[in-house]
């Protein structure tokens, strides 16, 4: 008696449901996104204190403009050179590196500087400007949110699916349902 290789027959998976595989990535791309949008509004969600939108590339290519930064609040004494701080200046809220903490008669103060300008910023940061330490940033999350603030964007991102949602809710009202005949 010969010994006779076993042979094994191939079976194909059963077909995958596509439907369902682009109904679940598609839940879990919405998710990602919402719950992205909500630490960036409750930025405690995501263990910072606050979170801003970078509107300038003074810190590229670290952090570019359009970015979400997530800052957390830090004793004035744990801040060094090389920390990303942002801070409270004249034009509103800056985010740029500390290259130098300057001992003054009335305590520490920051020299900052954005990565991609050519020399520190002209004024010290005095510790009560600073709003706190960048902890971490999304990458272009701000373009949403900025956009989402702007009158198109309440547009494109509130009215338009309110009108749609209310137009449907008329339409199937009007359609009735099937159920709903008086036969006796």
Known sequence: MTDRPMQRTLTMPESTDWKRVVRVTGLAAVAAVVLLFVAA??????GADHSYVVLSDSMSPAIEAGDVVFVSDVPVDRIGEGDVVTYRGDGGRVTH???????????PRFRTRGDANDGPDPALVS?????GVVRFHVPLAGHVILFAQSGLGVLALVVVPAVLLIALEVRDLLAGSPGDDDAG
């Not at 590196?97 to 305590?107: A, L, N």
């Not at 510790?127 to 709003?131: E, K, S, T």
Request: negative net charge; proline residues 9%; glycine residues 4%.
């Open 127 to 131: 510790p009560d400007a600073v709003v």
């Open 41 to 46: 509004a409750v930025p405690q969600v995501a």
């Open 97 to 107: 590196r500390v290259v130098e903490v300057v001992e003054t008669d009335s305590g």
